[in-house]
Structure formats: C-alpha cells, structure tokens
C-alpha cells in the first residue's frame, strides 16, 4: 500500500512536471522568436544557422530549468496550502470514525484556498450534531434500561412469591395482580418508544380529514370515567360544539389520552380536573387543567423531554415518554404547546390547533 503511495506520488510529479515543461516550452519560445524577430531588424542583424542552433540550445536548457523550478515551487505550494490542511481534515474524520466526537478544526490562513473554511465550517458542524446524536443515543439506551428495571423487579418479585406453598386466594390474586400491572407497564413503555421512534424517523406521515374535536375530547375523557370515579376527582368540562379541525385523528387521540393520563395521575384524591375547547379566530385552543403538585419553572423547561420526570413519586406509574410523544405528534401537525405551572397548586397544559377552513 505504502508501495503504491509512493509510485502514485512518483507519476503525478512526472505528470506535472510536463505540464509545466509544455506550458514554459510554449512561452519561452514565442517570447524568445518575437524578441529575436524585433532585435533583427532593428540592429539590422542577419542571423546564421550556427547562432540560431545556439540560441535554440540555450532556450531548452533554460526551458528545462525554468520547468523544474516551477514544478518545484508548485509541489511546495501544495504541501502548505493543500496537502497539510487535507491531512488535518482526514485525521480528525478518522477520529471522528473511532467515535470522538469532541474534535475541532481551526480555520486555515489566508494563502490557502477559502474553500477549505467552509469545508472546516461543515465539519465541525457535522461533529457537533453527531455529538449531540450520540449523547442522546446514550441517555436514550441507559434512561431505557433503568426504566425497564422497575416493571421487571415487580414482576420477578411477584412471580416468586406466586410459588410460594399454602398461598391463599386473596395474596394470590395479589400477586397476579401486581405480575400484570408491571406487564401492562412495560408494554406500555414499548409501544410508546415504538410511536416516538416512527414519529422522529418520520415513518408515520398524518392522514388529514376533517372531524369533530369536540366529539373526540369528549369520548377520550370518558374513557377515564372510572379513573375520576375512584379517586373522587371532580370534572369541569367547557366543551364548545361542533369544532370542526383538520388533522390526523388517530395521532390527536394519543395527545388527549395522554395528557388526560397525567392530569388524573398528578391530581391526589378530591381534586380537580378541568378541560376546555373553544374556536378563536381559525385555532382550536384547548386546554387541560390539574389542581396536582404542579412543577418548578425549571421542571417545566424539561418536561417535554423523552424520560423526563419531574416528580419523581410519581415515577412509579409512568416512562417519562407520554408528554415527549405528545410534543413530538403537536409539532407533526403544526401546532403548538405549552405549559404553565405552579408548584402545589397545579398545571395546566394548552394546546392549539389549525381549524378546517370553512368552504363558502
């Protein structure tokens, strides 16, 4: 290989050592034949074969110098102002191919081609994002192992104590019950890391139509009837009618169910959950309100972040996926959200859609 480098390197300056011998052959020869030409017959001088051959030999000696100079001023050149900043480039993309995303490259000097600033300018932008890539591929794989210990612990705990001799009804029905609700949990982890996953790598594309919101947010809050039912939340509900928008159903349905999720599971018992629905202007504004433990601004500017769970008492039964599956589904359909929260008295999360166009 190193062989090859060599005889490569052998052919090129052959190659352009006749480039330059050509191209000063060409000059030295038309400047030396208008020189002579004009001298001639301005000194009236007849030249003879002998001084011609003379002249002839002398302008290919100095032909063959003046090549070799050129050739090697060129083969200097390139080594400042070309070579030495590829060989940088291509050490730090083999860096950048071992995994160290860390490394940089300074910008070259004003005698090297500018272009080569902006090829740097790409590369350390590339560097950087395959940094953050990396970085968050790394949280991703360890936030997702430790999430999956907890359901897994339950139900290896509870599948032991299920061989446990003489076990009666009630522990036993017990302990199924806690075997299926850490099953139930970590299904629900996957299904939600294969949703967020297909909505990044943009491999669910929305199916707009037009329906009813309305009719939609309703069914999805009564899905919870014996959630509120059980913890004795009490529901405030100011639905207007017949908010007609233009999204994909299915990815919307997640949202709600998701947000109503929360709003349920943060609110103790005795709370309150309220949710609204009006039309301003042509945007579907909704929004969803708890009277829970609310959150810090700090929590707040995280919250929307895969595996991110600001209370962590509540870790227990969730992943830290549904409000970044939520984020994620909003910013497909081009809508917006946010969130505004006070630390022990609540959140309330509003969201806003484009409503169908009215046809005329």
Partial sequence: MKNKKILHKIIKGIYNYFLFFMLVAFL???TNMLFISVLSDTLNIKLTGNNLGTAARLTFINVIFLSALITGLDYIRRKITVERITKRITEAAKQVVKGDFSVRLTHVNNLSDENFNEIIDCFNKMAEEL??????RTDFIANVSHE????????QNYGVLLQTPDLSDKKRMEYAKGVTEGSRRLASMMTNILKLNRLENQQIY??????????????CLLQFESVWEKEEIEIEADI???????ADAELLGLVWNNLFSNAFKFTDKGGTVSVSLFKKENQAIIKVKDTGCGMTKEVGEHIFEKFYQGDTSHSTSGNGLGLALVKKVIDILQGEIGVESILGQGSTFTIKINCAEMEV
């Fill in 131 to 136: 940094g953050s890539v990396e970085t968050l």
């Fill in 28 to 30: 030295v020869t038309c």
């Fill in 240 to 246: 207007a009618d017949d908010v007609i928008v233009k």
């Fill in 206 to 219: 929305p199916e707009s139509t037009e329906f009813n919101l309305s009719e939609q947010i309703c069914e």
């Fill in 148 to 155: 999956m210990k907890t359901p897994l612990s339950v139900i």
